[in-house]
């Protein structure tokens, strides 16, 4: 675990940002940034940098995380804001690798924390090229993580090619959005897009009209720049997810024969949120030449 006591003393701010151990529902700790400032609370795991929750003021929280996500060293968390990268979904060639990437479930650096005008937390990470990683990834990387906390939660993912020959990534941000039915919600934004349908054997369809899930989605749309916005409509509420950087849109919620499957869902626990993910996957894998880098940008907001 990341040294508490030492990312207080760099990192801390009072009144807005410690450094503490959180622990799941089986008592297992990770140690996490908690956020508390004027707009809005949030928790961010320092394993995956990976925002666990984000509550704006006087709103139901936005991100979800699973009561039953067990926070175990190097194993993906149940929710939140996992980062997929350096590929999305499973390897091509290697089965044993772990699904959408390692950046999820290495430790990564605190590299500042700044307490912003407006009132907003904002939070920088780092992960860099280590043994474990080049086992899987042969390549020289800088991945930075920029989290600012505040009305609205704004994510950007950096990342530079500082090797001397190209590669390529595919990458998400698998974001789980709080709703308060699955069945009453719908996901608008991606009418007429192309995607590939995972639970239909990767066939390739044309998206007609909004998403409304009343089954086991798992898509990814390809060539789609524009907002998503999910209407929620027990919470009387939309949240809109806006990118910059991004090609491809992920929309997924297993349903509920898959959910028990998994085990650290709960049985109901589908009905409570849909991942709508900002990407660059499949045909929208990036490369990347030496010396050159990548933002993907992302911002969540409640509208009503």
Not at 90 to 101: I, K, L, M, R, V
């Amino acid at each position: 675990m990341a040294d508490l006591a030492l990312l207080n003393e760099r990192f801390a701010l009072a009144g807005s940002l410690s450094f503490i151990e959180a622990t799941d529902y089986l008592g297992n700790g990770l140690a996490i940034a908690r956020i508390q400032n004027s707009h809005a609370s949030a928790d961010i795991a320092i394993q995956g940098a990976q925002i666990l929750t984000y509550e704006p003021e006087n709103e139901a929280p936005v991100i979800w995380l699973s009561p039953q996500a067990k926070f175990i060293p190097g194993k993906a968390i149940r929710g939140g804001v996992p980062v997929c990268w350096p590929w999305f979904g499973n390897h091509e060639t290697e089965s044993s690798y772990p699904a959408h990437g390692f950046a999820r479930n290495l430790e990564w650096s605190v590299l500042g924390s700044d307490a912003l005008e407006d009132g907003s937390t904002r939070l920088v990470f780092e992960l860099q090229s280590n043994d474990m990683a080049k086992m899987q990834w042969p390549y020289e990387y800088h991945l930075r993580y920029i989290v600012t906390v505040g009305a609205t939660l704004s994510v950007e993912l950096v990342t530079k090619n500082i090797g001397s020959g190209s590669f390529t990534i595919s990458e998400a941000l698998h974001t789980y959005l709080v709703i308060g039915d699955i069945e009453k919600a719908v996901v608008k934004g991606l009418a007429n897009a192309e995607y590939i349908d995972k639970v239909d054997g990767f066939k390739r369809k044309t998206q007609n009209g909004d998403i409304k899930v009343g089954s086991e989605v798992d898509r990814v749309y390809l060539n789609i720049a524009e907002d998503c916005v999910v209407e929620d409509g027990k919470l009387n509420r939309r949240i809109r997810v806006r990118k910059a950087g991004s090609q491809s849109t992920v929309v997924w919620n297993p349903w509920a024969e898959k959910t028990v499957q998994m085990g650290d869902l709960g049985t109901e626990g589908y009905r409570g949120f849909v991942c709508v993910e900002s990407a660059n996957a499949a045909d929208n894998a990036l490369t990347l030449t030496p010396g050159e880098s990548h933002t993907l940008r992302v911002t969540y907001s409640v509208e009503h």
